[in-house]
């Protein structure tokens, strides 16, 4: 046991969840006084009751048993749904009508991590919220009571609630990759229901993650649904992380659509229904999504990347969708606003499955030469000071906006360069897009001057 009044590890109060190395900075002792605060300020806020979830990994039963301990120690109920996707936990708060819950999950992280993303009545907790569950801890600003401790099983509700919203005009066969994650315990039974033929890869629970991480973001981890998709007559391969919140897509031939132009399509469906609706997407997106929103009807709203504050954008807007360069998307129309990769791709199959071959409509979305994310790795710290220096003194020759919503996205006439300080690792995250190769090469070249400018020497992958 460590010294319960020693303060929390800050290391794993990140932006938008709690992360960090099971055994090291994230110990059972201090989930369970992460839970005692979170249950204390589930009281403040006039709730009863937790639904807890876990992912696939190791550590989750012993980590869920601790968080729950703390929780009921603050006179709040836990309720236990099991080892189920991040989204299903989200979907327990609203079926369960307890309006709170946890997922204990370590999203895409390697296997020795995990974390904790947290709802308090509808409210995802992100930035001084989280920071402030360690300054109750620290402090001793606890709740006392005995809570209780029950178990609940919304898996079957989830699957009958979407198999109620979504249908297929047609039944389509997917190569499917869950990557061993948790998408695995439910995916399958939910897209056979939705009428799909399943080529499953890797849909088998396993928190060692044995074949290849579950991150659909990163290119390597789709090699596998490509082969697949070359050697069987599968129409279109989709893929998820390790707790089911994202949503990666490839087409028959091997490309990958990327989640900003997966939004284009969505958006085009939505406003069919939601005319005049505003479309939030990230920083990172596309520049070809704002003139295809409105060009659908619809009012284009770029914000902050991160799921939790993407969520609270969403609440305070009322717009019916929104989604995330990394795969996050959000269908506050038809579903409840949170972030679900199972769900995405149903949504995506209900579209694709109008079209005698899906394929050609993801072909045909509007496409420009870009550049994947790109990462400056640094000291923590080191890249907020870097992309402050970027603002108060970079040089940006040609451009005809500067935007510092988050970190700093500079607009061209033929294109855009991007570079924002990531909330979650010590990295500054890059990406560039043109309407030319040529282009991209002129604004690539205007950054690394502009970024050694201010930071001499610095290491640039680009």
Same mark, same amino acid.
């Given at each position: 046991?460590?010294?319960?009044?020693?303060?929390?590890?800050?290391?794993?109060?990140?932006?938008?969840?709690?992360?960090?190395?099971?055994?090291?900075?994230?110990?059972?002792?201090?989930?369970?006084?992460?839970?005692?605060?979170?249950?204390?300020?589930? #009281?403040?806020?006039?709730?009863? #009751?937790?639904?807890?979830?876990?992912?696939?990994?190791?550590?989750?039963?012993?980590? #869920?048993?601790?968080?729950?301990?703390?929780?009921?120690?603050?006179?709040?109920?836990?309720?236990?749904?099991?080892?189920?996707?991040?989204?299903?936990?989200?979907?327990? &708060?609203?079926?369960?009508?307890?309006?709170?819950?946890?997922?204990?999950?370590?999203?895409?992280?390697?296997?020795?991590?995990?974390?904790?993303?947290?709802?308090?009545?509808?409210?995802?907790? &992100?930035?001084?919220?989280?920071?402030?569950?360690?300054?109750?801890?620290?402090?001793?600003?606890?709740?006392?009571?005995?809570?209780?401790?029950?178990? !609940?099983?919304?898996?079957?509700?989830?699957?009958?609630?979407?198999?109620?919203?979504?249908?297929?005009?047609?039944?389509?066969?997917?190569?499917?990759?869950?990557?061993?994650?948790?998408?695995?315990?439910?995916?399958?039974?939910?897209?056979?229901?939705?009428?799909?033929?399943?080529?499953?890869?890797?849909?088998?629970?396993?928190?060692?993650?044995?074949?290849?991480?579950?991150?659909?973001?990163?290119?390597?981890?789709?090699?596998?649904?490509?082969?697949?998709?070359?050697?069987?007559? $599968?129409?279109?391969?989709?893929?998820?992380?390790?707790?089911?919140?994202?949503?990666?897509?490839?087409?028959?031939?091997?490309?990958?659509?990327?989640?900003?132009?997966?939004?284009?399509?969505?958006?085009?469906?939505?406003?069919?229904?939601?005319?005049?609706?505003?479309?939030?997407?990230?920083?990172?997106?596309?520049?070809?999504?704002?003139? +295809?929103?409105?060009?659908?009807?619809?009012?284009?709203?770029? +914000?902050?990347?991160?799921?939790?504050?993407?969520?609270?954008?969403?609440?305070?807007?009322?717009?019916?969708?929104?989604?995330?360069?990394?795969?996050?998307?959000?269908?506050?129309?038809? +579903?409840?606003?949170?972030?679900?990769?199972?769900?995405?791709?149903?949504?995506?199959?209900?579209?694709? $499955?109008?079209?005698?071959?899906?394929?050609?409509?993801?072909?045909?979305?509007?496409?420009?030469?870009?550049?994947?994310?790109?990462?400056?790795?640094? !000291?923590?710290?080191?890249?907020?000071?870097?992309?402050?220096?970027?603002?108060? #003194?970079?040089?940006?020759?040609?451009?005809?906006?500067?935007?510092?919503?988050?970190?700093?996205?500079?607009?061209?006439?033929?294109?855009?360069?991007?570079?924002?300080?990531?909330?979650?690792?010590?990295?500054?995250?890059?990406?560039?897009?043109?309407?030319?190769? !040529? !282009?991209?090469?002129?604004?690539? $070249?205007?950054?690394?001057?502009?970024?050694?400018?201010? +930071?001499?020497?610095?290491?640039?992958?680009?």
């Amino acid at each position: 046991m460590s010294n319960p009044s020693a303060p929390l590890p800050t290391e794993i109060f990140k932006a938008y969840d709690i992360r960090g190395i099971v055994g090291k900075s994230l110990t059972a002792d201090v989930v369970r006084r992460i839970g005692h605060a979170l249950g204390s300020l589930a #009281a403040e806020r006039g709730q009863t #009751a937790i639904a807890v979830g876990r992912d696939g990994r190791l550590s989750g039963p012993e980590l #869920a048993g601790a968080l729950m301990e703390g929780i009921c120690a603050a006179g709040i109920d836990a309720i236990d749904v099991g080892c189920v996707p991040t989204p299903v936990t989200y979907f327990a &708060a609203y079926e369960l009508g307890c309006h709170s819950c946890v997922s204990v999950t370590g999203s895409h992280n390697p296997p020795d991590y995990n974390g904790l993303k947290m709802v308090v009545g509808g409210e995802t907790l &992100a930035l001084e919220a989280i920071q402030e569950l360690k300054a109750r801890s620290d402090a001793g600003r606890l709740r006392h009571g005995r809570g209780q401790r029950r178990s !609940a099983d919304v898996t079957a509700a989830y699957i009958e609630r979407i198999v109620g919203d979504v249908k297929l005009a047609r039944p389509i066969k997917i190569v499917m990759d869950c990557g061993n994650g948790v998408a695995g315990a439910v995916a399958p039974e939910l897209f056979g229901r939705l009428g799909c033929d399943i080529v499953p890869l890797f849909c088998e629970v396993d928190g060692h993650f044995p074949n290849h991480h579950p991150d659909p973001s990163k290119l390597e981890n789709l090699e596998d649904v490509i082969q697949a998709l070359a050697t069987t007559d $599968a129409e279109l391969g989709i893929a998820f992380d390790g707790d089911g919140d994202r949503l990666g897509v490839v087409t028959k031939d091997g490309e990958i659509i990327f989640p900003d132009r997966q939004l284009m399509l969505f958006a085009a469906d939505v406003l069919a229904r939601v005319p005049g609706g505003q479309i939030i997407y990230d920083v990172k997106c596309t520049r070809l999504l704002a003139p +295809w929103i409105r060009q659908h009807g619809g009012v284009p709203l770029m +914000w902050n990347t991160g799921h939790a504050l993407v969520k609270k954008k969403l609440r305070q807007t009322g717009a019916p969708l929104a989604g995330e360069m990394s795969g996050h998307c959000f269908f506050k129309e038809r +579903w409840y606003g949170f972030d679900d990769g199972l769900y995405t791709g149903a949504r995506l199959l209900e579209i694709l $499955a109008r079209a005698p071959d899906g394929n050609g409509v993801l072909k045909g979305l509007p496409n420009s030469p870009s550049t994947p994310e790109l990462n400056i790795k640094m !000291a923590e710290g080191e890249p907020f000071a870097l992309v402050d220096k970027l603002k108060a #003194a970079g040089r940006f020759d040609g451009a005809t906006e500067v935007i510092t919503i988050d970190g700093l996205r500079v607009e061209y006439p033929d294109g855009f360069g991007l570079a924002r300080p990531s909330n979650t690792t010590p990295v500054v995250v890059l990406r560039f897009e043109a309407d030319t190769p !040529a !282009a991209l090469e002129r604004i690539q $070249a205007g950054f690394r001057q502009a970024i050694t400018a201010v +930071w001499p020497g610095v290491a640039l992958p680009f």
